[in-house]
């Protein structure tokens, strides 16, 4: 089995994504499987101009790009590999600008004149169905505990895999970045000791991965488990967030007020 992760986080090796692909690469290579991580902040990855000029007879599926930066290295890894785990933060609701960028290349794999229908019965076209429809792992990091914010990743990843015929195989989203210290806290045990049950899940999601493929669903629940008790995080809200609140919202209106005058 090789797993190929993508780290799209605009901190490369440094960020706490990284750290959660380490930690499922450490169970996966226990058991034989071979991994490797492209971590796009490395790597000179040109946007998409929409020039069309992959789509032309001349340079059909060429990209003005693929002699002058990393891209096709990438989809060329990916091609090789048995499954990808797309792994990135959510910015502003999101996925990381660079995976953004990244993914919009394919646009350059695919015929988009030869017209397909996809595994679900979406009208679709042509694509590279080597470095597009390959299994993956939908990895997403952030910052806040509300269930909201990853979710316009989570639904992403799920219409790109209905349209490109690539199973989706596991869905991990860690939150609480910030208050674990992105994984490298030294006091974290005593603050948020279900972190442990976190990596331990990860770890055992890369055995899964390596052995069977995909994440089972009593692992993904443990690996995206509340690391903050639900209970304590609802007294939080009602104590601490609704007064921190108000006091934002007095100092907004008397920052306007002033700047009024
Ligand atoms: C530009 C930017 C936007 C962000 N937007 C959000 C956000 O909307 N919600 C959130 O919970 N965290 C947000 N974050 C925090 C990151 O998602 C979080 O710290 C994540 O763990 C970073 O992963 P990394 O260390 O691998 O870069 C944002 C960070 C940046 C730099």
Redesign the pocket.
């Known amino acids: 089995m090789k797993i190929l992760a993508v ?1 799209a ?3 490369g090796d ?6 959660l692909i380490n930690r499922l690469f450490k169970g996966a290579t226990a058991v034989g499987a071979t991994c490797e991580v492209v971590t796009l902040a490395a790597l000179k990855i040109n946007r998409c101009l929409s020039c069309g000029r992959c789509q032309t007879e001349e340079t059909h599926l060429r990209c003005v790009y693929d002699d002058k930066d990393d891209v096709r290295g990438v989809f060329q890894k990916m091609a090789e590999a048995d499954l990808i785990i797309y792994a990135t ?5 999101t996925m990381s600008g660079l995976l953004k960028t990244f993914i919009d290349r394919m646009y350059a794999t695919g015929d988009i004149f030869d017209l397909r229908v996809s595994e679900r019965g979406l009208m679709f076209h042509h694509i590279d169905r080597a470095v597009c429809s390959k299994p993956f792992v939908t990895l997403v ?4 505990l509300e269930a909201e ?1 990853p979710k316009h990743v989570l639904s992403w990843f799920r219409t790109f895999s209905r349209f490109m015929d690539a199973p989706q195989v596991g869905v991990l989203v860690r ?1 609480g ?2 208050l674990s210290g ?1 994984g490298r806290d030294p006091g974290l045990e005593k603050k948020v000791p279900k972190i442990f049950e976190v990596y331990a899940a990860y770890e055992q999601a890369g055995r899964e991965l390596a052995t069977a493929g995909r994440i089972r669903r009593a692992t993904q629940r443990q690996a995206n488990q509340e690391i903050v008790p639900a209970p304590l995080f609802g007294i939080l809200k009602r104590l601490r967030f609704k007064p921190l609140k108000r006091k934002f919202i007095e100092q907004a209106r008397k920052m306007q007020a002033e700047s009024a005058r």
Do not use: A, L
């Open positions: 780290n986080s605009h901190r440094k960020g706490h994504t990284r750290f933060p959510v910015y502003v609701f990091c952030c910052d806040n914010t939150n970045g910030r992105h």
